[in-house]
């Protein structure tokens, strides 16, 4: 696609359901991101694929939260057992290149509420 | 611990003033530096920076970096009420991961 596609542009839940939130990032793109982003705070970093697999799950909060990206494309990132602090948006981001050389691009987000 | 910090948090000016943005940075293992801008909700790329002292321009926009005192500027001059906006500064380390860590960012105000 010509830009970074994320999905559901908004999603309300409960707390304690299970939501997944998709990222199609653009075409030919290696690398993608997965960033959070509260009221007030800069972009928090969340996990980084390059190709199919996580090259860094560092900011993945706690095992509440796992990404796929199965094909190397499209990607998931998925949230169990949600809490209201789990409030945010959620920000995907793409690059041509890996090793941090290239801009990202960034998707609308994906903004989560936790009621 | 890798760190971003932006100054100002905040900051309202009136048209056609000059604005200068700060983005300081610690971190292990340095490769590039970003600006971004964020209006709504995507941020928007406006510069790389990889080298000291050599300034990136467009247009009213201007941006250097000092890899001595690990800091960066972004410029505006002569603001619009289009440049209102958070302005995100974003530091890539060169190894293990190549993670972009942003800063809280700047909110700029630009009144009529």
């Known amino acids: 696609g010509a830009g970074v596609s994320q999905t559901p542009s908004n999603k309300v839940t409960e707390k304690g359901k299970y939501v997944e939130l998709r990222c199609d990032p653009i075409?030919?793109?290696?690398?993608l991101y997965w960033y959070r982003q509260s009221l007030g705070q800069g972009p928090e970093f969340l996990i980084y694929?390059?190709?199919?697999?996580?090259?860094?799950d560092s900011g993945l909060p706690n095992d509440r939260f796992f990404a796929v990206r199965p094909e190397g494309s499209v990607s998931t990132l998925k949230i169990q057992r949600t809490e209201r602090g789990d409030s945010a948006v959620y920000l995907c981001?793409?690059?041509?290149?890996?090793?941090?050389?290239?801009?990202?691009?960034f998707g609308e987000g994906s903004r989560l509420t936790v009621l | 611990e890798d760190k971003v910090v932006q100054s100002p948090l905040s900051l309202v000016v009136h048209e056609g003033d000059t604005v200068t943005l700060n983005c300081s940075y610690e971190?292990?293992?340095?490769?590039?530096l970003l600006w971004y801008k964020q209006e709504k909700k995507a941020p928007t790329f406006l510069f790389m920076l990889?080298?000291?002292?050599i300034e990136k321009k467009s247009g009213r926009l201007s941006s250097i970096l000092d890899k001595k005192e690990l800091f960066s500027i972004l410029n505006i001059t002569a603001t619009q009420t289009g440049d209102s906006a958070i302005y995100l500064c974003?530091?890539?380390?060169?190894?293990?991961?190549?993670?972009?860590?942003f800063g809280t960012g700047t909110r700029l105000k630009v009144l009529a």
């Open positions: 981001a793409s690059s041509v290149t890996s090793g941090g050389y290239g801009e990202l691009f």
């Open positions: 075409s030919g793109h290696t690398a």
């Open positions: 694929f390059q190709g199919t697999g996580a090259a860094d």
């Open positions: 971190v292990t293992n340095f490769r590039s």
């Open positions: 990889t080298s000291s002292g």
């Open positions: 974003a530091v890539v380390l060169a190894s293990g991961t190549y993670k972009y860590i």
